[in-house]
């Protein structure tokens, strides 16, 4: 039981990234293990956002190995990296504005109905309206259209789309950038629940309180290298400002 | 901020008028509005007889044909420029194929007719989203291309349909009393319609119009949709195509040559925005019979061509201007 639940979900060995004659990443590696939050902090260009994009399938790596529940997998698109259980929530959030709350948490995956496979809004709003109260997002129904909703709103819907369809692994990019406090508080709440449904959870984030609030560990980027992963109750601000910042 | 719960609204009535989009609603109210002005204006002119107001739909098949497959392409954020002149070149072909083989001229003429329409719109297709082309450019590209083809078929001379099956189901026949051209809009309607608003298809098209990347990282094929709704306006202008010819009974280069425009705009009054992810298909058929209705009363009114056209385009400037300004609030 304690073997299972601590095994990594995501293994990264040597993992390399160039495009063209520019390295983004170099020789990195890292496990998430399953109900573990892992923080990946660095400067702006740092390579996170790149090695995001490696783990949920938008660049394949140069070299290097993707291990997922100790199966090395490739990844060569979104929809495989979904498949293996992991969801990713950007940065701009990827909603489809002009479409209610339950069609995009459904988005690329609508429920449907019958034999004509019609689509069966009754139950994908359902499934929504339990979501919504169970993350405690507050929007006014499941019908409402994503235009119409707050930063906060929006950024609730990218996250109980990407907790509700996770089944390893959670990406989170910059994930409360752009909310006030209160808003923030209910994101940090969304990610501790992740780590009690046993699902290994990847932030990104600029605010090392947060960071340290979240985070079982920390790992920091700097101009595509490997700097040093610290365990978070074992570290201080000091020593991750100065590894970022290497002075 | 998060006080927008469902708590209790300041009245049910208040909250229905909330949940309704008034900007769907404006087509319905204009072509009313436009409809009672005819019926007074020209009541003594015939515009209420039954024969004419069938006569409008008869009319307007082919167009809203034309404007089903638009929606779609408009959804997903593209543009069809070609589809007036693939009309003409289906039309062409169909007739030239019946021609050809007159024993079975019915199904050669349906896969001729079809066929041509469907080829114009993969290439289409083919060239914007697997090759990334601006589909403004390449539609415009092809519009041009095929009305050439087009004329260049027959050396500008037109191809009588004499096919009688032919010309009943696609244009003067009826079933139980209803006339063919009636039965194929409201087929054609129906099924659009149920495509568009029921089936993950039309979801994932109006996600790729709304905002492409999110539709393709949640694993939506964004190029093999793009590819369809433009296989879809191709087919459709191949229909209406058929639709021409049969009610026309013969083919010529001119036929759709004129639709273009009055397509777009009864799309867009119809409620389809021009840059994507939202539509109606219903909405395209009122517009359509918006068009044609207008045409139609405009010519009791005994106004001359000219004059029409001058009254017809300030009309679709304000219905565009209405429905579009409704729509960014």
């Known amino acids: 039981m304690?073997?299972?639940a601590s095994a990594p979900v995501l293994e990264l060995s040597n993992i390399r990234k160039a495009f063209g004659g520019i390295v983004a990443i170099e020789d990195f590696s890292l496990d998430v293990r399953a109900g573990e939050v892992v923080a990946l902090v660095g400067d702006n260009g740092a390579g996170k956002s790149t090695l995001i994009k490696i783990i949920s399938g938008v660049y394949a790596p140069t070299s290097g190995a993707i291990r997922i529940d100790g199966q090395e997998v490739s990844m060569p698109n979104a929809t495989k990296a979904r498949e293996?259980?992991?969801e990713v929530v950007y940065q701009d959030l990827a909603l489809?504005?002009?479409?209610?709350?339950?069609?995009?948490?459904?988005?690329?995956r609508e429920l449907t109905k019958g034999p004509f496979r019609v689509l069966d809004r009754r139950q994908m709003i359902a499934e929504t309206e339990r979501l919504v109260t169970e993350l405690d997002v507050r929007i006014p129904s499941a019908h409402a259209t994503i235009s119409d909703l707050s930063g906060g709103q929006r950024q609730g819907i990218a996250i109980a789309r990407a907790t509700h369809w996770a089944r390893k692994l959670v990406l989170l990019d910059e994930p409360t950038a752009a909310l006030g406090v209160a808003e923030t508080a209910k994101v940090e709440k969304t990610v501790a629940a992740l780590k009690s449904r046993d699902i290994g959870v990847l932030i990104i984030s600029h605010s090392l309180d947060q960071v340290f609030r979240l985070s079982d560990r920390i790992c920091v980027l700097r101009r595509g290298k490997q700097i040093g992963v610290r365990e978070t109750a074992k570290t201080d601000k000091?020593?991750?400002?100065?590894m970022?910042?290497?002075? | 901020m998060s006080a927008s719960s469902p708590a209790a609204p300041a009245s049910p009535v208040r909250a229905l008028l909330a949940r309704i989009n008034l900007q769907q609603y404006v087509v319905y109210v204009g072509f009313l509005a436009i409809f009672l002005f005819f019926a007074v204006?020209?009541?003594?002119?015939g515009f209420l007889t039954q024969r004419n107001l069938v006569n409008i739909v008869l009319q307007t098949a082919p167009a809203t044909i034309m404007a089903i497959g638009l929606v779609f392409v408009l959804s997903a954020g593209d543009i069809d420029l070609s589809f007036g002149s693939t009309v003409a070149v289906s039309a062409l072909c169909a007739a030239m194929a019946m021609a050809a083989m007159p024993a079975a001229a019915f199904p050669v003429g349906i896969l001729a007719g079809l066929g041509a329409g469907l080829l114009v719109g993969a290439i289409n297709g083919v060239l914007i989203a697997w090759l990334r082309l601006p589909s403004f450019l390449v539609t415009l590209a092809t519009m041009g291309l095929v009305a050439g083809i087009g004329r260049s078929l027959t050396q500008l001379r037109s191809i009588p349909v004499t096919d009688p099956l032919f010309t009943g189901i696609f244009g003067s026949g009826s079933l139980f009393g209803v006339p063919s051209l009636v039965i194929w809009t409201v087929v054609a309607v129906a099924i659009g319609h149920v495509i568009y608003r029921q089936t993950r298809f039309g979801a994932h098209v109006l996600a790729t119009g709304d905002n492409a990347r999110a539709a393709q990282v949640t694993g939506i094929k964004v190029s093999r949709i793009r590819l369809w709704v433009f296989m879809i306006s191709g087919g459709l202008a191949g229909l209406a195509g058929l639709l021409y010819a049969g009610r026309l009974q013969a083919a010529k280069y001119t036929l759709g040559e004129t639709d273009l425009m009055t397509v777009i705009a009864a799309v867009i009054v119809g409620g389809t925005l021009l840059n994507g992810g939202k539509g109606s298909v219903i909405g395209a058929l009122v517009g359509s019979l918006l068009m044609g209705m207008l045409n139609n009363g405009l010519i009791l009114m005994g106004l001359s061509v000219s004059d029409q056209m001058i009254v017809r385009g300030l009309i679709i400037l304000v219905a565009v201007a209405v429905s579009l300004r409704e729509k960014t609030r």
């Open chain 1, 2 to 4: 304690l073997d299972t």
């Open chain 1, 84 to 86: 293996h259980g992991i």
């Open chain 1, 96 to 108: 489809v504005d002009q479409q209610p709350v339950y069609m995009n948490l459904f988005l690329g």
């Open chain 1, 238 to 242: 000091n020593e991750i400002v100065s």
């Open chain 1, 244 to 247: 970022i910042t290497g002075v």
């Open chain 2, 41 to 45: 204006v020209l009541r003594d002119s």
